[in-house]
């Protein structure tokens, strides 16, 4: 028993000498994680997301397991990893104050608005999103700040000297927020995720929760602005390929539900921030084009 524990043991200290013992060894050991994974995050997540999703939907799948909540927020969680991982390297303490202020913020107005219908308008989740504190998802800050953070990123590449100018910058990306919602909720309540008893005008969603995401897109823009450095930001993007495959995950998986469900504008804009990533080059290995090619 003596020699067993033995070997145990050393195999224990072999696999603790084996972690990074720096910041900057995590980072580089999850990129390469991410780097090599890069397919099957931004490619084959969304598309078994899809599946599950509205076999979810249309009853096909079995309880325990249609729309569980752990499995979604596993799932957004690994489609989330590019980004994260990506702008760990140049989050220091003002960008993590901006983020952990926004994430404050997330909560507060979710809260507000689960409970008085401000500002979105009156809603309740109908789908089971992870673990829930006072009728919050405590997953919300990874499905809410990754859509303000691929936006801004996305348009410092499309902007680019433009970029510099405060105004511009802030208010294209208060503007694909904006557009990106216009993608996300008539999806997520042809799912079933969130629900407005009183309907909507834009595929079941009322006009109210787009003024309320103009609120919150500005109050996230002006914490992520605040928080990160521009220019950062930029030489960021110029070295590391998957910082922007998170938004490939976003095309396929709400272009996909999108279309399932006959919402044909949002497949259109899904599509037009596909066209966004085709112009900044950035369907490189993760494209659905490369998973077809595959698999002819």
């Known amino acids: 028993m003596a020699e067993g524990d033995s070997g145990g043991s050393a195999v224990g200290?072999?696999?603790?000498?084996?972690?990074?013992?720096?910041?900057?060894?995590?980072?580089a050991r999850l990129e390469r994680l991410v780097?090599?994974?890069?397919?099957?995050?931004?490619?084959f997540f969304p598309l078994n997301g899809i599946v599950l999703l509205?076999?979810?939907a249309e009853g096909i799948l079995p309880e325990p397991l249609a729309f569980n909540g752990l499995l979604i927020l596993l799932g957004t969680a690994v489609m989330r990893s590019p980004l994260i991982v990506g702008v760990l390297p140049i989050t220091g303490r003002r960008a993590a104050a901006g983020v952990g202020a926004l994430t404050l913020y997330a909560y507060g107005i979710e809260?507000?608005?689960?409970?008085?219908?401000?500002?979105?308008?009156?809603?309740?989740?109908?789908?089971?999103?992870?673990?829930?504190?006072a009728g919050v998802p405590l997953g919300l800050p990874i499905f809410f700040i990754p859509l303000v953070m691929n936006s801004y990123l996305l348009c410092l590449l499309l902007l680019g000297e433009r970029a510099a100018r405060t105004g511009v910058r802030l208010a294209a990306v208060i503007?694909?927020?904006l557009t990106m919602d216009l993608v996300l909720d008539?999806?997520?309540?042809?799912?079933g995720f969130w629900v407005y008893p009183g309907g909507g005008a834009f595929y079941g969603v009322p006009l109210s929760n787009y003024a309320g995401w103009i609120v919150s897109a500005t109050v996230a823009v002006l914490a992520l602005d605040w928080g990160y450095d521009r220019?950062?930001?930029?030489?960021?993007?110029?070295?590391?390929?998957?910082?922007?495959?998170?938004?490939v995950s976003f095309v396929i998986l709400w272009g996909g539900i999108n279309a399932w469900f006959g919402n044909w504008l949002p497949v259109a804009l899904a599509a037009l921030?596909?066209?966004?990533?085709?112009?900044?080059?950035?369907?490189?290995?993760?494209?659905?084009?490369?998973?077809?090619?595959?698999?002819?």
């Not at 200290?13 to 980072?27: C, H, I, K, N």
């Not at 780097?35 to 490619?43: G, K, W």
């Not at 008539?186 to 799912?191: N, S």
């Open 13 to 27: 200290r072999s696999l603790l000498a084996a972690l990074p013992r720096t910041r900057e060894g995590w980072e």
């Open 35 to 43: 780097r090599e994974n890069r397919f099957t995050i931004s490619v």
């Open 54 to 56: 509205l076999a979810s």
């Open 111 to 133: 809260y507000l608005g689960v409970h008085t219908g401000v500002p979105y308008g009156e809603f309740y989740y109908g789908v089971d999103l992870g673990p829930i504190l």
């Open 175 to 177: 503007a694909a927020v």
């Open 186 to 191: 008539p999806g997520a309540v042809a799912l």
């Open 231 to 247: 220019r950062a930001l930029v030489r960021r993007l110029d070295r590391c390929e998957f910082l922007l495959d998170d938004l």
């Open 273 to 296: 921030f596909g066209f966004g990533l085709l112009r900044t080059d950035r369907f490189d290995t993760p494209t659905a084009a490369r998973f077809l090619t595959r698999f002819r």
